[in-house]
T-cell receptor, first 114, second 114 residues
Framework: GENVGLHLPTLSVQEGDNSIINCAYS??????FIWYKQESGKGPQFIID?????DKRQGQRVTVLLNKTVKHLSLQIAATQPGDSAVYFC?????????????FGKGNQVVVIP | DGGITQSPKYLFRKEGQNVTLSCEQN?????MYWYRQDPGQGLRLIYY???????QKGDIAEGYSVSREKKESFPLTVTSAQKNPTAFYLC?????????????FGSGTQLSVL
């Protein structure tokens, strides 16, 4: 758990700046997407989700953008804070895969510089 | 406080030994899952259960076993047949069904080999 971020792409961002984390998904039929945040030694926490009939969804300080044409998902964090330092990964729901529909990306490490 | 509880947080296994990881949820969720997380990797599904007394193999079930005798509990046994058991193990649950895809995760168990 402590080394979950090892060898992951890393984004270093100054405190107060905006962060953008990207995710490419694999299946054009995927119809639901989730962003999770995972702090060192802890389980993933739900941040925000979006369905494929939407292009954008906003939460508190976070925005998810979905581009189905290029199968790309992004998470924007406004005014990044030290508590935002974590690994962020996306998950896609693939219909027609039966009960094993959920696929996770490898994640991106975000490091906030005070 | 509703949630998913995993125990222990750290576990050590001797060669040839079976060990069992505990997962309990009080969210009244039908579906429960076990994932394995290795450094720099995405989550990989070991086993899942959509309902009590039923469970299915995920992508990497070899060397693992589960039971689902109660709705609240989904223990995972790492058997001696699992030759590379060192990893962070995550239990999750969801309401189940097509409209309840959001997974809630426990805090994880770090398993290491002595």
């Amino acid at each position: 758990g402590e080394n979950v971020g090892l060898h992951l792409p890393t984004l270093s961002v100054q405190e107060g700046d905006n962060s953008i984390i990207n995710c490419a998904y694999s299946n054009s039929a995927s119809d639901y997407f989730i962003w999770y945040k995972q702090e060192s030694g802890k389980g993933p926490q739900f941040i925000i989700d979006i369905r494929s009939n939407m292009d954008k969804r906003q939460g508190q300080r976070v925005t998810v953008l979905l581009n189905k044409t290029v199968k790309h998902l992004s998470l924007q964090i406004a005014a990044t804070q030290p508590g935002d330092s974590a690994v962020y990964f996306c998950a896609e729901f693939r219909p027609y895969y039966g009960n094993n529909r959920l696929a996770f990306g490898k994640g991106n490490q975000v490091v906030v510089i005070p | 406080d509703g949630g998913i509880t995993q125990s222990p947080k750290y576990l050590f296994r001797k060669e040839g030994q079976n060990v069992t990881l505990s997962c309990e949820q009080n969210l009244n969720h039908d579906a429960m899952y076990w994932y394995r997380q290795d450094p720099g990797q995405g989550l990989r599904l070991i086993y899942y259960s959509q309902i009590v007394n039923d469970f299915q193999k995920g992508d990497i079930a070899e060397g693992y076993s589960v039971s689902r005798e109660k709705k609240e509990s989904f223990p995972l046994t790492v058997t001696s047949a699992q030759k590379n058991p060192t990893a962070f193990y995550l239990c999750a649950s969801s309401g189940g069904g097509a409209t309840n895809e959001k997974l809630f995760f426990g805090s994880g168990t770090q398993l290491s080999v002595l």
